[in-house]
């Protein structure tokens, strides 16, 4: 069963740092690619970074550029999302999520989601 | 980036009901759009791919239709388990981007 654990989200001040890291099982993480989706308390969803299976191809929405940085490890079947000079707009339910197989750039599996909150 | 339209922003329906929504995208994306469904507190859920392709498992009152700009999803008759927010997505580039949602309630 595929399965994408989220971890890492809590409360941090504006300005600060976190560390999302997401757990996948169930299929072989390296021959996927990734990405991180969030949505914020009540609105839609916003696609937030790509990573190609071996990690040699990434891409940022504007919004995170210069701040977020994606990375993975496959020996480790991790992918995570290190998150720097946050601001109160990042705050929201991070999920990761499976490109299908083939890389066409849907998502067939998300995980649950792990909550950030960027306030003082 | 390519900007990702959705209509209407909400509906009310009745179990039963056929309903349809639509997306349109600010330039062709022939037909890399996908649509998913998402309740509330829940992850979103793949419903459909390359704008009419059944996600395995989706059941078949859900259909896509469209390619270019103009793209529509239709529930065929509503079940209680279809109340929910459905989001379309274009695949056509990096940047992805989603539409911003059709809430789907109880009339």
């Known amino acids: 069963e595929v399965q994408l654990v989220e971890s890492g989200g809590g409360l941090v001040q504006p300005g600060g740092s976190l560390r999302l890291s997401c757990a996948a099982s169930g299929f072989t993480f390296s021959s996927y690619e990734m990405n991180w989706v969030r949505q914020a308390p009540g609105k839609g969803l916003e696609w937030v970074s790509y990573?190609?299976?071996?990690?040699?191809?990434?891409y940022y929405a504007d919004s995170v550029k210069g701040r977020f940085t994606i990375s993975r490890d496959n020996a480790k079947n991790s992918l995570y999302l290190q998150m720097n000079s946050l601001r109160a707009e990042d705050t929201a339910v991070y999920y990761c999520?499976?490109?299908?197989?083939?890389?066409?750039?849907?998502?067939?599996?998300w995980g649950q989601g792990t909550l950030v909150t960027v306030s003082s | 980036a390519i900007r990702m339209t959705q209509s209407p922003s909400s509906l009310s329906a009745s179990t039963g009901d056929r309903v349809t929504i639509t997306c349109r995208a600010s330039?062709?994306?022939?037909?890399?759009l996908a649509w998913y469904q998402q309740k509330p507190g829940k992850a979103p859920k793949l419903l459909i791919y390359?704008?009419?392709t059944l996600q395995s498992g989706v059941p078949s009152r859900f259909s896509g239709s469209g390619s270019g700009t103009d793209f529509t999803l239709t529930i065929s008759c509503l079940q209680s388990e279809d109340f929910a927010t459905y989001y379309c997505?274009?695949?056509?580039?990096?940047?992805?981007?989603f539409g911003p949602g059709t809430k789907v309630d109880i009339k």
């Open positions: 990573i190609s299976s071996s990690g040699s191809t990434i």
């Open positions: 997505q274009q695949y056509y580039s990096y940047l992805l981007t």
């Open positions: 390359a704008a009419s």
């Open positions: 999520a499976r490109v299908v197989l083939g890389g066409e750039g849907y998502f067939d599996y």
């Open positions: 330039q062709g994306i022939s037909s890399y």
